[in-house]
C-alpha cells in the first residue's frame, strides 16, 4: 500500500508547538510513505482537496492524518478518502493536538512524540482492510421519557412529523415543573395557560401513546432497534374507566397525604388527582397514607365511585414497546437546601422554596392564590427572597450557576407586589444573571417599577424573633450589615440532576457528568445527541434550563429523530467482532463476557461456535481480549494491528 | 456503660481566676459521674488570643508545649472545658500536620512536639463518651420548673472541619443535657452568635451591643437563665450584666450558668462545691424557685 501523510498546523494550535514540516520529512523515511506534507488547516476545503489530489497523484492506498482528536474530524476525514475513491477505512488518525500540542510545552519533545504517533498510525493502516456497511431495517417509533415542557414539545413534534411516540412520565400527570408555576418569566404570562393545551394535545394526538405513573424498567437494542420493558406502576385505579370526576376525593376520609404537586403546602387526600388540570385526569391511591391498604379498613372510595374502577389488589405491569430512537427530557429536581443550617435547615416554617412560593402565587394552589405565611396564616409584609441556594456555592458540592433562579426571583418580587400592594420585597443576591431575550429589561423592572430592594451579599443567619423572621446578611456594595424583620423568606433554590437519573442513564448506557447531568454529544456541536446512537436529550436533564432552551431544546431533539427516521433503513458499523470459525473452540468465555448480549451460541457441522450479530455488537472488544484461541478478532482493531502499533513504539 | 473513663485534663488559665467555677463545677461533675480526669502535668497557657494575633508559629507553639506534656503522661488525648483553649490546642495539631510549619514550632520548643494529640471538651465526652441517657439515669435532684436557654458561643463548634462536633449553625449537646436534667428548654436562637469576647477590653460598647442583644432574646423567649459552655461568653454575660443594663438602659437579671453547675445540681453536688456564690448575677432566687418547685410537684405526687 502506498501511503500519504498529512500533517496539520490546526493555525497555530498544533504548529505553535509542534515542528509539522520535521514530522511530515520524517514520516517520509517510513515503510510504505511515498508522500507526506504539512498542510495549514487540513478539514479545509483546500486541505481536503489536497488530500483528493494527492490520492489521485501518487495513486495512495491509504492515508495518515496528523490533527485534532478522531472525535472532531475522523468522519471529515473518511469521507474525504471516499470521494477520492478509496474505502472510508483506509485511514488513520493520529491525534497530535489533544494529546501532543494542547497539553506539552517543550516543541522538541512534541515533535518527536507526533513523529511516534503518525508512525504508529502508518503500521496500523498498513494492516487496514476495506470494510462494508450492512444495512439493516429501523422502526420509526420514538420513545420520549419525560412528560415536562421539554418532553411534551419533543413528542409533539414528532407526532405532527408524522412519527408514532411513547411517552413515559413516573409521576400521575405530564406538565413536570412548568405545571407547577404561576406565572412564566419574562412575559409575565399565565404558565399553565400555555402549558395546558400542550398536555391537552399530547393526550389527544392520536400518535402519541402515554403511559403516566410508570417508568423505564429495561432498555435493549440499539439505534432503530430499542426494545423497552415498562413499569406501570399499581395506581389501584382502574384508569381504562376512571372519569376523572373527583367524587372520591371528596369523600377521601384520608386527608393528610403528601401533596407533592404542592410542593407540601397544605396537604392532600391518600386518592388524588394531582390538580385539576392534569393529564391524563385519574385518580390514583398513595400506598403510604391509604388506610385501606396500611390497615385494611376503610375502602370509602370504592364505595363510592360512579364507575367501579378502585382496585385494592392492583399490581404493577410490565408492558414492551419497540422503538427506534429515545428522547431523554427527565428534567430537574430541587437541591435539597436543609444541608443549610445558617436558613434553619428546616426548621422554620416560614422559609420556603421558590417552587413551594409558585404554588402559593398560583389561584389554582392550595392557597387559591394568596399569600399566606405557612405558620400562621397571616398575610406577610415583608417578604426576603434569597439567591444562590445550592447554587455557585462550592461548600455544598454544588459549584455550577442554575441559570433560572435570578430570573424567577425578579417574577416572584413583581408578582408579590402585584398581590400585596402594601408590601416591600427584598433580594439578598451574589451576582444577577439576566442573559436572555428581554431578561435583564426584566430585572430592572422589579427593581424600578415594583420597589424591590437588591442588595448584593450573602445571608449569614435567619432566625425567629417573636412572630417575625430576622435575617441578617452582609450588603458588599455598602459595606455594611444588613438586618431585614421578615415574615416570609423565600429560597431560590437551585437544581439538580433529577432523582434517579444516573440510573436512568446506566439503562441508556449514556454518560452523565459529575452532578448526575447527562453529557451531550458535543457540547457545542452536538447539544441534544448522546454518545449513543439513537439516544437524544431535551431540556433540564442536560443542566439546569429555563422553559424557552427546554422548549428549544426538545424541537431539537424532534428533528434529530424525523432526520435519523428520515431513511428506512440504517448503515450498520462494520467495526464490530468476527468469529474466526475454523479458531473458535466453542468455549463460551466471550458470550459471557460481552456486556451487550451480541454474540450467541450457533451449531456449525455438529460443533458448537460463538456467532456475532453485527446489528448489537459496538465494537467495545472485550471479547477480542477474553478469547483464549485469538479466534473473536475486532475489524480495524485486530490483534495484529494492535501491535503493530505497539512495536512501531517501542521499536528503539 | 463504661465506668472506666479516664481522661488528661487541660484546666486552661481562666479556670484559675474568672471562670474558676467553671473548673470546680467540672471536677466535681466528672468525679460524680466517676470520670476520672488527671492534670496535664506543669501545664501552661495554650497561647490564647493574643498569641495567634501576634504570630502563628508562637501560638502553636505554646499549644504544641502543653499536648506534648499530654503525651509524656503515655495518653494520646485530653479534654478541656475552656472551647478558646480546645479551639487553640486542635488548631496547633491540625497546622503541624503541615511539615514546614512543625519545624518552625519545634524550633521554638526544648524538644520536638508529639503532635497527634486529640483534644475534645469536656461538653464533647459527656455527650459522646458518657452519654446523655446515662446522665438521665444519675439525676437526683431535677431541674423542676426551670425555663433554660442555651448559649454555645461562636467558637464551641468552629470552624465546624476543625471542631468536629455538633452542628455548627445549630447546636444540641446542652439543649439535650439540660432536658435530660428535669428543666424547660427553650429554642435559643442565638445559640451561635458572637457575644463581643475579648472586644470587652478595646471596644467595651460592642460588648455591650452585642451581648445586651443575647440578654435581650433570652428575655423575649422567657428563658430565667442561660446556659453556656465558655468562660469569656459566661463572663461578659455575667459580670458585664450591670454594665450592659447601664449603657443599654434594660434592667436584666438573668443568672448565667456553666451548664456544669445545673448539671452538678441536678446530681446532687452542693451549691459550694459547684461554686454557685462566685456568679456575680444571683442564683439564689432562681435555685430557691427551683427547690420550691420541686417541693410542690412532690406533695402533689
Redesign the interface.
Known sequence: MKVGVFVCHCGSNIEATVDTAAVAAAAREFPGVVFATDTMYTCSEPGQDEIVNAIKEHNLGGIVVASCTPRMHEQTFRRTVERAGLNKYLFEMANIREHVSWIGKDREANTNKSVDLVRMATEKLLRNRPLYSKKFDINKRVLVIGGGVAGIQAALDCADGGLEVVMVEKTSTIGGKMAKLDKTFPTVDCSSCILGPRMVDVAQHPNITLYAYSEIEEINGYVGNFEIKVKKKATYVNWDSCTGCGICMEKCPSKKATDYFNEGIGKTTAINIPFPQAIPKKAKIDPDFCTKLTKGKCGVCAKVCPSGCIDYEMQDEFVTEKVGAIVTATGYDLFDWSVY??Y??G?YPDVITGLQYERMLSASGPTGGHIKRPSDGKEPKNIVFIQCVGSRDKSVGRPYCTGFCCMYTAKQAILTKDHLPDSQSYVFYMDIRAVGKLYDEFTRRAMEEYDTKYIRGRVS?I????EKLLVRGADTLMGSQVEVDADLVVLAVGAEASAGASELAEKLRISYDSYGFYMEGHPKLKPVETNTAGVYLAGACQGPKDIPSSVAQGSAAAAKVLGLFSKDQLESDPQVSIVDIKRCIGCGKCIQTCPFGAIKEMEFRGMVKADVIETICQGCGICTSTCPQGAIQLQHSTDNQILSEVNALCQF | MNTSLNYAYYPGCSSTGTSIEYDMSSRAVCAALDIKLTDVPDWSCCGSTPAHTVDHSLSSALSARNLDQVASMGLDSCITPCPSCLANLKTAKHRMEDEGFRDKVNNLLDKPANTKIETKSVLQILVEDYGIENIRKKVVKPLTGLVVGAYYGCILNRPAELMQFD????PMAMDNIMEALGATVVPF??KV?CCGASFGIPRKDVVMRLSGKLLD?AK?IGAMALVTACPLCQMNLDMRQDQINHANGSHHKIPIFYFTQLLGLALGLTEKELGMNKLCVSPRTLLDFMVNEENIKEKAA
Open positions: 443550617g445558617e434553619g435547615a426548621r443567619m432566625y425567629p424573633k417573636g | 452542628d455548627r449553625e445549630h436562637p442565638l452568635e432574646t423575649s
